[in-house]
């Protein structure tokens, strides 16, 4: 349902404590059977409370408890009341009396008005206290509760590693010749990965049901290695030059010889080489 000024006026009055019994009694009787309403006083309570949370308690004076007891007779020593003014009071101009319409509307009219200022009041503090806090949060954060201090803002930065240059490789080449002095493949290996590859740039064809096998030759081995047989398209790639070191791929003489279809069934060359060549470095590798 939808309330008028005068009944948030009095939620927030409630909750800042300045209605006296009946005013209470009535607010207490209207949140038992209004959800509403309950709520509305409730948002005033949390609106409020920053208002406590700002103002430290005080500790009255003992004679201010001295006062209250020897007012109320339980206590048999006679403390010192605070006297009233002795000032008397200014003289009363007098009144003439005229006749009201309606004694009912003054008095509404008159808390209405007094429900009006309260809310205008409590609007103020608010205010106030919402600059305070924020004052205070900028150049005293100390001052404030762990609950009501500025989180602070934790921004990532992203810091991104340049992508490391590609550092070239050596390359090595080796022209695999025949006795006529042309070349009939070209192998190139490359110098990180040890993986070679087999162009096919000239002569013959295997002869049918023979293949051309590569071979490495070395003085530190005591026979040849078979590199595998070389394929029957224009490249053939293989990475069997892993196991061997640097040195050795280097040095090394490379040779064709034509074995069955297959290659070799031992592992053993068994025909004289047709081509041969060695490694010549064509890239450097970076320094």
Known sequence: MAYSEDHIALAAEYALGTLDAGERSQVETMMAVDTEFTSIVHAWEYRLGVLNQMVGSVEPRPIVWENIKAAIGHSGAQAPLV?????????????????????????????????????ASVASALAAALVAMLAVQVFAPDMLPDALRAKPRIQTVEVKTPAPKAVPSAQYVALLQGSSGGPAFILTVD???????????????????????????????????SLGVIGTGEFTARPVLASYDASMINSATYAVTVEQAGGSPDGKPHSAPVYTGKLIETVPAAR
């Not at 002795?86 to 007094?114: C, F, Y």
């Not at 293949?211 to 040849?224: A, F, G, M, T, V």
Request: charged share 25%; aromatic share 6%.
């Open 83 to 119: 006297l009233p003014d002795p000032t008397p009071p200014p003289p009363v101009a007098s009144v003439v009396e005229t006749p009201l319409a309606d004694d009912s509307n003054v008095i509404q009219l008159s808390g209405r008005l007094k429900r009006m200022r309260t809310f």
């Open 191 to 225: 110098g990180a990965t040890k993986n070679f590859t087999v162009r096919k740039v000239g002569g013959d064809a295997a002869e049918a049901g023979k293949s051309y096998e590569l071979w490495l030759i070395s003085d530190r081995l005591p026979q040849p290695r």
